[in-house]
């Protein structure tokens, strides 16, 4: 019988065998589910040989990279390299909003960023006698990925770039490992479990590569971030404390462009419009927005106003996929 446990075995004694007793893997994880699994399947078949990188790009969530960097070293005990690209970065992306061009410029400064740390890495695993070089790439690539990306080829057909898929095994001349090539999602998160990674994190929504560049319409600003990061946390943690959080497939908030006023104490106040979304779905590719119920809708929409300054309105976004799409950019 094929159960996942069998699966997580064979699958560590193949890596085993495909690095061998000397080679090294690097691998960008992000704190996501699939990052997450890969690595510690990783991290079990040839320990300290693998060595995860995250790149702060400055458009995380609110406290992620030291979340993550607490989740990796203290819980899973690997040595997670954390690089604070967040100023490269952004500086990129002052002035930019167009959507396909933030994007270019996110995943472009990524590869980069993630090159530089990988020579770094390398000089200092050259210093252990027992190890060789590093020679493997870890992606935490699903089957659902390979399909998409086999499927929708060219510029005309791509809706929007995703930017997590391709490009950086050739540049660094390494050889990629996928070893969730083969798993839809529910079972990525069975062997998480597996693995022994916690249900919270392995129960995790999706968070795109690009982070909040594409959760911040337009031009990408500190003002605008902080007021996302806020309004999200707010958003997440009362989506978690009414139990609702797995009902749901993807939920976050977004920051727009425009303006809309609004009163504070007696005021006029001409703050932020924040947005919203919450979706069902089952493979992402079409989704239908999530039926809160009203007093839901009110009790958060009245804490992000006041808690969070700088915005004004609280916005529900009450579009499917198609014709929205799941981000809004
Ligand atoms: P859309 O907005 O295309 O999103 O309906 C579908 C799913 O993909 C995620 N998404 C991305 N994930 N890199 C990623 O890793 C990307 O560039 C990217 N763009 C969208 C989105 O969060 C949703 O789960």
Redesign the pocket.
Known sequence: EWTMGSFKDIEVERIRNLVGPKGQVIGAVSGGVDSTVAAKLMHEAIGSRFHPVLVDNGLLRLDEASRVKERFTRMMGMDLTVVDASKRNLGRLAGVTDPEKK?KII?NAFIEIFVETAKEIEADAARNPDAGEIEWLLQGTLYPDVIESVSFKGPSHT??????VGGLPEKMQLKLIEPLRELFKDEVRKLGLELGIDAELVGR??????GLG?RVMGGVTEEKLQIARHADNIFIREIRAAGIYNDI??AYAAVGEERAVGVMGDRRYYGRILYLRAVQTVD??T?TFYRFNWDFLDMVSTKIVNEVVGVSRVVYDTTS?PP????ME
Request: net charge positive; proline share 12%; no cysteine.
């Open positions: 994007r995943g809706i929007k770039t995703h930017h997590n929504h999706p968070f795109p590569g690009p594409v497939s993807q992402f590719m989704a996929k929205g799409t799941i981000e």
